[in-house]
């Protein structure tokens, strides 16, 4: 039988995802108060309209990654406010583990159930 994270664990791993939550939000802060400098800058010469839409690009991409970071964060603490957040993979009910929810504490899913999905 998988075991579900006790108490402490399940704290631990609020406070990660609190922590999470507030890095990204405040990269989502940078990231579109630069993009306010993008549309006031004087971009005259085709290089520096190249560069600054590279970096346009870049920040869109990092931003996409964050809002769906973010939105998995979410769902892990209203799993905790519930109570029904276990530390058990969504998919196949199996421990996800302490040492990967370090790293990922919004993880859904066990590392079997995780790179089956992003195979398919
Ligand atoms: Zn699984």
């Keep these: 039988m998988p075991r579900e994270l006790n108490q402490k ?3 631990e791993i ?4 609190l922590e ?3 890095n990204i939000e405040s990269t989502l802060n940078t990231i579109s108060d630069s993009h306010n400098d993008l549309s006031n800058m004087d971009l005259n010469d085709d290089g520096d309209f190249a560069a600054a839409s590279r970096d346009y690009n870049n920040d869109i991409h990092i931003k996409k990654q964050q809002v769906e970071e973010l939105a998995l964060i979410d769902h892990a603490l209203s799993k905790i ?3 029904t957040y276990t530390g058990l993979c969504e998919m196949c009910d199996s421990e996800i583990g302490m040492k990967r929810l ?3 504490p919004y993880a859904k899913y066990c590392i079997d159930c995780r790179s089956y ?3 398919k």
């Design 9 to 11: 664990q399940v704290e």
């Design 14 to 17: 609020h406070n990660l995802l």
């Design 20 to 22: 999470s939550k507030k």
């Design 81 to 83: 406010e519930k109570g």
């Design 102 to 104: 370090r790293v990922k």
């Design 117 to 119: 999905i992003d195979k």
